[in-house]
C-alpha cells in the first residue's frame, strides 16, 4: 500500500490549510498555474491561488480552461468574468481532445470542437481574446486517432525545456468519490508533499505534477468562500438549484462520461435550449437520459447470474458486446482488479466484495456492462472493525452458501 496521507490538522481550519499549500506550490515548483473549469471547487482553487500569487508578486496568474462546448452558457459568461481580470492570463482551450462516451458501446469516444463535427457543435465557437484553437497549436495532432486526452495535453502546454517543473493546481477532493480518495490519499506515484501527484505516465509529461490543496475540503467548506469572501461563482449551480437538484446532484462539466451521464436528464430541465443541441451531439445520449440509472447501463440493479454460468462467463457475455480494442482495455482493467484482489488475499473472489480487497464479481460486471476503462465505483474496503466484520461476513455467508 502506498502512503497514506496526513490527517486534517484539527487546529486549523481548511482554508488556512490550502493557502499553505498553495505557497508550498510556489517555494517548490518553477511554475504554477490553475486548470479550471468553472465549477465550485476550481473556483476555490482560482481566488485562494490569485491570492497567494498576489502577495507573491507572482501576477499574473496563469489559468487554463478547456472548453468542453456542451457546457451552460451561464458557465461560459463566469468563465468571461474570469478571463476579464487583469490579474489573469486565461488560456482557453478549445481543441478536440479526446473524451469518454459512456452513452455508446460502439462509440466511446467524443471530441469536442471536432471540425468534423462542426455541424452538431453545441454552442456557436467562443471569440474571446483568449482561445485558443487547433490553427494556434500546429503541433496539435490531428489525425482522431492521435487526438490527445486533457492530461496528454501536458507536453503541448507545458514543454519542459520551456517551463521547468510545473505545478497544476487543480480542485480535486477526496470527499467526491473512492477514486479521487484513493488517488490523493493513497497512491505510491507522489513527490514532494501528500497533495502532490506526480503525473508521470505513457502519455504525461514528468516535469507536471498535480497539485490538490484543497482536497479535504468538504462541500459546505466550497460553498461557504463565495459567501464568506464575496467571490464570484458560476450560476450555473443557482439553475440546477431551482430545479430541485442537491448539490452532489449539481453538475457543470458535459455529463456524458459513464458516472456523470446519471445526470443527462437535468439538462432537460434546466436547461432546454442546451439540451436539444446535447443529445444529437454524442451517440446514445438521448437514450441514456431515459436510461442511465437503469439495469441497462449497470445502474441499479444487476441481470441475475445463470446458475450455470460461471462469473467469468458472465462477465465475458458483456464484454463481447464491445468493439475492439476497447473490448480489450475494459478486459485489461477487470484483469488488474482480479490481480489486486489476490494480492491482498488468498481467499476467493465472490459476488460481494471483499472487506480486505473492495473487490467483488459484482463490481467487475459493471465494469463489463458499462465499458468502463477506470473502474470507477469500487465498493469502499474499511479498517473499521464494525464494518469490516458485517462485510466479512456477508462475504462467508456467499462463499459457503449459508442463508442470511
Request: proline share 7%; aromatic share 12%.
Amino acid at each position: 500500500m502506498g502512503k497514506i496521507a496526513k490527517k486534517r490538522d484539527i487546529n486549523r481550519d481548511v482554508y488556512t490549510l490550502a493557502l499553505e499549500r498553495i505557497n508550498r506550490t510556489y517555494d517548490i515548483f518553477d511554475n504554477v498555474v490553475v486548470m479550471f473549469s468553472g465549477g465550485k471547487d476550481s473556483t476555490v482553487c482560482l481566488n485562494m491561488t490569485l491570492q497567494v500569487a498576489k502577495e507573491r508578486n507572482k501576477l499574473p496568474l496563469q489559468v487554463y480552461f478547456f472548453d468542453e462546448e456542451a457546457i451552460p452558457y451561464e458557465t461560459i459568461e463566469y468563465v468571461e468574468r474570469v478571463a476579464d481580470l487583469p490579474e489573469i492570463k486565461m488560456n482557453w482551450l478549445c481543441l478536440p481532445v479526446k473524451h469518454r462516451n459512456g452513452c455508446s458501446r460502439n462509440h466511446p469516444h467524443w471530441w469536442p470542437w471536432a471540425p468534423e463535427d462542426k455541424e452538431k457543435w453545441c454552442r456557436p465557437y467562443p471569440t474571446h481574446k483568449s482561445v485558443i484553437g487547433l490553427d494556434d497549436i500546429p503541433n496539435f495532432p490531428r489525425n482522431i486517432e492521435e487526438r490527445p486526452t486533457v492530461p496528454e495535453c501536458n507536453g503541448l502546454l507545458f514543454p519542459p525545456q520551456d517551463w521547468g517543473e510545473v505545478g497544476i493546481i487543480m480542485g480535486i477532493r477526496s470527499e467526491e468519490s473512492l477514486m479521487r480518495y484513493r488517488t490523493i490519499l493513497q497512491t505510491s506515484e507522489k513527490r514532494y508533499e501528500d497533495y502532490m501527484i506526480n503525473l508521470k505516465s505513457k502519455t504525461a509529461l514528468a516535469n507536471c505534477v498535480k497539485v490538490c490543496p484543497i482536497y479535504d475540503m468538504k462541500t459546505v467548506d466550497v460553498w461557504s468562500g463565495p459567501q464568506k469572501f464575496g467571490w464570484d461563482y458560476n450560476t450555473t449551480y443557482d439553475i440546477l438549484e431551482k430545479v430541485g437538484l442537491t448539490h452532489l446532484q449539481q453538475r457543470c462539466a458535459p455529463p456524458y462520461g459513464e458516472e456523470p451521464m446519471r445526470g443527462l436528464w437535468q439538462y432537460s430541465i434546466a436547461f432546454p435550449k442546451l439540451w436539444d443541441k446535447m443529445q444529437s451531439r454524442v451517440p446514445g445520449a438521448a437514450t441514456a437520459a431515459r436510461y442511465a440509472n437503469t439495469e441497462l447501463y449497470a445502474f441499479g440493479g444487476l441481470p441475475d447470474k445463470p446458475k450455470d454460468t460461471s462469473w467469468e462467463e458472465f462477465i465475458q457475455y458483456f464484454l463481447n458486446k464491445h468493439p475492439e480494442p476497447y473490448r480489450s482495455k475494459v478486459a485489461e482493467v477487470i484483469n488488474g482488479f482480479v490481480g489486486n484482489h489476490y494480492k491482498k488475499t488468498t481467499e476467493p473472489m465472490m459476488g460481494t466484495h471483499h472487506p480486505e480487497s473492495g473487490i467483488g464479481w459484482k463490481f467487475l460486471l459493471r465494469i463489463a456492462m458499462r465499458g468502463d476503462f477506470k473502474g470507477r465505483k469500487q465498493p469502499m474496503f474499511t479498517s473499521n472493525k464494525k464494518q469490516y466484520a458485517a462485510q466479512k461476513k456477508a462475504y462467508e455467508v456467499e462463499r459457503h452458501g449459508q442463508k442470511r
